[in-house]
């Protein structure tokens, strides 16, 4: 093992960070939106926006990702002419948007799931609480439903963003030269795989930890009513009044 | 003890016949990356085919050794015979110094020029050069007054190239600052690109060059520039084996010459490229 060598590939590598994580964070934030619209539109309760969302979740979370960017990269790219008539060729010309697409169809079918599951979770008794308090509509749902759903969702939409980041090296197919690309390319200059590998491997491992710790802080902070209260001092001058 | 005694002989006996039979017929596993036409590339069937097998059954018939050819990707092909998971590369792989650190190679059994391959309607086409071929061994300063006369029209292009080849070497030395370089995994893939528009321009060898023309969708695709050899660019196509591995270069080195010599080469190369690709020694 050459330590000297493992240094100057981690600082190397570090070069793909911004890219990866940028690629994840995309993906992740349109990821969301699409997949509580798709929660809802399962939610509904209406069939015509039931199906088509079941539909969607299907397709995604049963194929696999690296088959879904070589379709939208490689695929898209034979109806160049009809994608250039509608003005969309912009869009899919570029190696980037065609990932930062492929992330976000994929982890929005997952991610609604999560957020199904989680707005599905929250106890009826405090929705009915609520109702009795007078909240309905928008109110009860951003003020219960959502913080409850969201508290409930977060260990498994958390692994989800992990898987992201992760899923984030299969860019590195279409060209994209984030730490995965950065990686194959030092291995085939050098042909010192394992050293990489090591290397490119520990990076996600310290880019997964800190997201780690963040989704906790953030669970921490969701669930007050877990937490021990603050200790009261005692007043002792209070019992003499 | 007992026990151990017999348990020993037993080892050695199966020791001694496992080398017994690989005496007789001794197998040679070479790895191809079967994304190369025409140098070796999965056929329809989902076979092997290509120059570089038909040479390599050719080459192994006189070595008197059983082939057994395997599929590797490209950007592990180096590790992977160092790891000993096969003895050889066939795989359209050029002599270089930085590969000649970690491996070793046999005689050349191929080369074929390098260049720019460009849509018939694209301002490329009209590169300078083009039809000719210049050497970096033989004409230093030709080679590189050449790469100078390709800038003004290159400026700012977007080029497809295979990653971790020598042609991804030549385009970062030579055209860096002139062009974007994008590297792929395989020339199929930046051949699908070429055709998509998202490409100006790709650079691999002649002979796959050719290959890809061959294909109904690249019909308007045309070999631009001047065809570069040697310096980068390597020394020539040869196979790849570990550097301990004396006796196999030695086999591999006199079938290629007895190759070379009868033609078999020069045949097998205008069958696969339509060019002659036999060395120049």
């Given at each position: 093992?050459?330590?000297?060598?493992m240094?100057?590939?981690?600082?190397t590598?570090?070069?793909?960070?911004?890219?990866t994580?940028?690629?994840?964070?995309?993906?992740?934030?349109?990821?969301?939106?699409?997949?509580m619209?798709?929660?809802?539109?399962?939610?509904?309760g209406?069939?015509?926006?039931?199906?088509?969302?079941?539909?969607?979740?299907?397709v995604?979370r049963?194929?696999?990702?690296l088959?879904?960017?070589?379709?939208?990269?490689?695929?898209?790219?034979?109806f160049?002419?009809?994608?250039?008539e509608w003005?969309?060729?912009?869009?899919?010309?570029e190696?980037?948007?065609?990932?930062?697409?492929a992330?976000?169809?994929?982890?929005?079918?997952?991610?609604?799931?999560?957020?199904?599951?989680?707005?599905?979770s929250v106890?009826?008794?405090?929705?009915?609480a609520?109702r009795?308090?007078g909240?309905?509509?928008?109110l009860?749902f951003?003020r219960?439903?959502?913080?409850i759903?969201?508290?409930?969702?977060?260990?498994?939409?958390?692994s989800?963003i992990?898987?992201m980041?992760?899923?984030t090296?299969?860019a590195?197919?279409?060209?994209?030269?984030?730490?995965t690309?950065?990686?194959a390319?030092?291995?085939?200059?050098?042909?010192?795989?394992v050293?990489?590998?090591?290397?490119?491997g520990?990076?996600y491992?310290i880019?997964?930890?800190?997201?780690t710790r963040i989704i906790m802080?953030?669970?921490?902070?969701?669930?007050?009513?877990?937490?021990?209260?603050?200790?009261?001092?005692?007043?002792?001058?209070?019992?003499?009044? | 003890?007992?026990?151990?005694?017999?348990?020993?002989?037993?080892?050695?006996?199966?020791?001694?016949?496992?080398?017994g039979?690989?005496?007789?017929?001794?197998?040679v596993?070479?790895?191809?990356?079967?994304?190369?036409a025409?140098w070796?590339?999965?056929g329809?069937?989902?076979?092997?085919?290509?120059?570089?097998?038909d040479?390599?059954?050719?080459?192994?018939g006189?070595?008197?050794?059983?082939?057994?050819?395997?599929?590797q990707d490209w950007?592990?092909?180096?590790?992977?015979?160092?790891?000993?998971?096969y003895?050889?590369?066939?795989?359209?792989?050029?002599?270089?110094?930085k590969?000649?650190e970690?491996i070793?190679?046999?005689?050349p059994?191929?080369?074929?020029?390098?260049?720019?391959?460009v849509?018939k309607d694209?301002?490329?086409a009209?590169?300078?050069?083009?039809?000719?071929?210049?050497?970096?061994?033989?004409d230093?300063?030709?080679?590189k007054?050449?790469?100078?006369?390709?800038?003004?029209?290159?400026?700012?292009k977007?080029?497809?190239?295979q990653g971790s080849t020598?042609?991804?070497q030549?385009?970062?030395?030579?055209?860096?600052?002139?062009?974007?370089?994008?590297e792929?995994k395989?020339t199929?893939?930046h051949?699908?690109?070429?055709?998509?528009?998202?490409?100006?321009?790709?650079?691999?060898?002649?002979?796959?060059?050719?290959?890809t023309?061959?294909?109904?969708e690249?019909?308007?695709?045309?070999?631009?520039?001047?065809?570069?050899?040697g310096?980068?660019?390597?020394?020539?196509?040869?196979?790849?084996?570990r550097?301990?591995?004396a006796e196999?270069?030695k086999?591999?080195?006199?079938?290629i010459q007895?190759a070379i010599?009868?033609?078999t080469?020069k045949?097998?190369?205008?069958?696969?490229?339509?060019?002659?690709a036999?060395?120049?020694v």
């Amino acid at each position: 093992m050459d330590f000297a060598f493992m240094r100057d590939a981690f600082l190397t590598l570090i070069g793909g960070v911004p890219l990866t994580l940028n690629l994840a964070f995309m993906a992740v934030g349109l990821g969301a939106i699409l997949a509580m619209l798709l929660a809802l539109m399962r939610m509904s309760g209406l069939k015509v926006l039931d199906w088509p969302a079941q539909a969607y979740v299907f397709v995604f979370r049963g194929t696999p990702l690296l088959v879904q960017i070589f379709l939208i990269y490689y695929g898209l790219g034979q109806f160049r002419p009809t994608l250039q008539e509608w003005g969309l060729w912009v869009f899919f010309r570029e190696p980037y948007w065609c990932a930062v697409f492929a992330l976000t169809l994929n982890t929005a079918a997952y991610a609604s799931e999560i957020i199904r599951g989680g707005l599905q979770s929250v106890p009826y008794n405090q929705v009915e609480a609520a109702r009795a308090c007078g909240m309905s509509g928008i109110l009860l749902f951003r003020r219960v439903i959502f913080p409850i759903a969201v508290r409930q969702a977060l260990p498994a939409y958390g692994s989800e963003i992990i898987l992201m980041v992760k899923a984030t090296s299969l860019a590195s197919i279409i060209t994209m030269m984030e730490v995965t690309g950065l990686a194959a390319k030092l291995i085939s200059q050098t042909f010192r795989a394992v050293e990489v590998f090591i290397v490119a491997g520990l990076i996600y491992l310290i880019l997964n930890f800190i997201i780690t710790r963040i989704i906790m802080a953030i669970e921490w902070w969701l669930s007050p009513h877990l937490r021990r209260p603050p200790a009261v001092e005692p007043r002792l001058e209070a019992a003499h009044v | 003890m007992k026990l151990f005694k017999t348990l020993g002989l037993g080892l050695l006996a199966s020791a001694l016949t496992i080398g017994g039979a690989a005496a007789q017929e001794k197998t040679v596993k070479i790895a191809t990356e079967g994304a190369y036409a025409p140098w070796n590339f999965t056929g329809a069937g989902g076979k092997l085919e290509g120059f570089e097998i038909d040479l390599a059954n050719d080459l192994c018939g006189r070595m008197k050794v059983k082939c057994e050819i395997v599929a590797q990707d490209w950007d592990g092909i180096i590790p992977a015979l160092n790891a000993k998971k096969y003895d050889a590369i066939m795989a359209g792989m050029n002599i270089t110094d930085k590969r000649l650190e970690v491996i070793n190679f046999s005689l050349p059994y191929a080369a074929t020029p390098h260049g720019f391959g460009v849509m018939k309607d694209s301002p490329l086409a009209k590169l300078a050069g083009t039809g000719t071929t210049v050497s970096f061994e033989k004409d230093s300063e030709g080679a590189k007054k050449a790469i100078e006369a390709w800038k003004p029209l290159l400026k700012g292009k977007t080029v497809g190239v295979q990653g971790s080849t020598v042609n991804s070497q030549f385009l970062e030395t030579y055209l860096k600052d002139t062009i974007e370089i994008r590297e792929y995994k395989t020339t199929e893939q930046h051949d699908l690109d070429l055709t998509a528009g998202r490409i100006d321009a790709i650079f691999a060898g002649h002979g796959a060059l050719k290959a890809t023309q061959e294909k109904p969708e690249f019909k308007d695709m045309v070999v631009a520039g001047t065809g570069m050899r040697g310096g980068l660019l390597g020394r020539g196509v040869a196979v790849g084996m570990r550097k301990d591995d004396a006796e196999l270069k030695k086999g591999f080195d006199e079938a290629i010459q007895a190759a070379i010599k009868d033609g078999t080469i020069k045949r097998l190369s205008e069958k696969w490229f339509k060019i002659d690709a036999t060395p120049q020694v």
